[in-house]
């Protein structure tokens, strides 16, 4: 069994878990899991910047 199978396997076991069990929900699921990411990543980036600019 290949990495990407095993991979997939997971997800798909940690969706049922969540209940999420038809193929759109898992995406719908995960696209939103990316977005929360992404924003929490640049609030810190904005964070960080704001705080360097403080300092000159």
Known sequence: MSGKELL???AAR???KRGI???SHYHK???TQ???AARAST???SEA???LLKRL
């Open 14 to 16: 940690s969706a049922k």
């Open 29 to 31: 699921w995960l696209r």
């Open 8 to 10: 997939k396997k997971a």
């Open 34 to 36: 990316r977005q929360a």
């Open 49 to 51: 910047k704001r705080q």
């Open 21 to 23: 069990l038809s193929e």
């Open 43 to 45: 609030s810190d980036y």
